[in-house]
């Protein structure tokens, strides 16, 4: 079945409806959800009426901990009779997060990025500072979770960008010998940046479309290869910085933090941009929530403005308090959703290693655009790890120890 049609057969007229369904089948197979809910005296009827009443910013939550590999049970947050694959993410703190999803899940996955994209105009050339895809999908094969297949979670937004534009290129290619002897910020690559500048000068002379993606990371290293060449593509181009690397850390990368004002100054610059609050945006996604929010760059805040997915509810929670914070004020970030949500107890998310400030709310609370993501090691929610007492490490996979340790052995 199409991706849209399943989508489409998967969304449910009432989404009040649809979220009780997922809430109410994840409180039957899901331990840790019920040990969190009952730790708060709640029972699943009072999960109902908190969503009927229009309160389901104050839900019970999972915490992005339980999907991780170290200190939590990923395991139990896997539907345990459905089959699916193990979505993996690409960590940047050396802990990668593992989400079951099924093939309907990964369809709304596909949507969500898709609805993100909607403010990336139609374009002629799709250019990814990223591995080749098929490089990534071949390195996917080696990884299995419990006798199940795995995929990275970064292969799904190219994905769902290839369903808007056939000619594609990609930054990194396989270098097994270390032939090309380009420094790289990934083992056992090869950065052709010739081959970007060569499309960027075709695409200029001919007025292509051009958008480039993503993240800002791997971009740097674009930007600085075009310094002297400063292209005028007006508003023929579109930057998505999406995918992190902002601290400077991206998988096994790492390189100075970038500071967001100045490198979209630069964008601005050697690339002709012409409207740069219109042109460059970033995606904010996560492999535990699946879902993908955009936002252009803003000059005055120095950052961006990410308007919320349509299809998911999203809340800025206090620390300090547990609930919902205003506008022009900072939380985690907490995502509620009953779609994407089959194969893991994924209805709602807290990001808790993430904040982010509020810059404007929907009438129930909501948020509906926020700014400053942030990453707050350590942080949480009060009350969310009362069942996490003990580190729990069961998982067969370090990611980020097979990358870099094995960087060339899937070419082989």
């Known amino acids: 079945m199409e991706t849209a049609a399943i989508a489409a057969e998967m969304a449910p007229a ?12 994840q409180f039957g197979w899901c331990r840790p959800y019920r040990e969190v809910c009952r730790s708060k005296g709640l029972v699943l009827t009072d999960l109902v009426d908190r969503i009927r009443s229009g309160d389901s910013a104050m839900l019970p939550s999972l915490p992005t901990g339980l999907f991780k590999r170290m200190g939590g049970r990923f395991r139990e947050t896997a539907h345990p009779w459905l089959s699916g694959r193990w ?20 369809s709304h996955i596909n949507q969500a990025f898709l609805s993100a994209y909607e403010k990336i105009p139609d374009h002629d050339v799709l250019f ?13 094969t080696t990884i299995h979770v419990d006798g199940r297949e795995a995929i990275m979670f970064a292969i799904l937004p190219i994905y769902a960008g290839l369903q808007r534009c056939a000619n594609t290129f ?3 290619h396989p270098d097994p010998d270390g032939a090309c002897g380009t420094p790289a910020l990934l083992p056992g690559f090869h950065r052709d940046e010739a081959l970007v500048t060569r499309v960027l000068d075709d695409a200029e002379e001919s007025g292509a479309v051009v958008v480039l993606a993503y993240s800002a990371l791997f971009l740097r290293t674009v930007l600085d290869a075009c310094r002297e060449r400063c292209f005028d593509f007006g508003d023929k181009i579109t930057i998505a910085t999406g995918g992190g690397g902002w601290s400077g850390k991206k998988s096994v990368s790492r390189a100075d933090p970038i500071d967001k004002a100045l490198f979209c100054e630069a964008l601005t610059e050697v690339f002709g941009i012409r409207n740069p609050e219109r042109q460059i945006l970033d995606i904010y996604s996560s492999a535990e929530t699946g879902t993908a929010h955009s936002g252009y760059y803003d000059g ?19 620390s300090e308090t547990g609930e919902p914070v205003g506008k022009g004020e900072t939380g985690i970030p907490r995502t509620i959703s009953p779609y994407g949500t089959e194969g893991a107890a994924a209805a709602v998310i807290d990001q808790e290693d993430d904040c982010m400030t509020v810059l404007s709310t929907n009438r129930d609370g909501s948020v509906r655009q926020f700014s400053a993501i942030s990453r707050v090691p350590g942080a949480g929610v009060p009350g969310l790890n009362v069942w996490m007492e003990t580190d729990w490490d069961g998982c067969p996979l370090d990611l980020l120890e097979m990358v870099t340790r094995h960087a060339l052995s899937y070419f082989d």
């Open 300 to 318: 005055n805040l120095g950052d961006y403005a990410f308007d919320v997915n349509p299809d998911v509810k999203l809340y800025a929670i206090s």
């Open 14 to 25: 009432d989404s009040e409806d649809a979220l009780i369904t997922a809430v109410t089948r």
């Open 128 to 140: 990814f500072m990223t591995p080749t895809l098929s490089s990534l999908e071949k390195f996917s």
């Open 87 to 106: 979505l993996v993410s690409s960590s940047t703190s050396g802990n990668p997060s593992f989400r079951l999803s099924t093939q309907r899940d990964i």
């Open 170 to 172: 990609y930054l990194y």
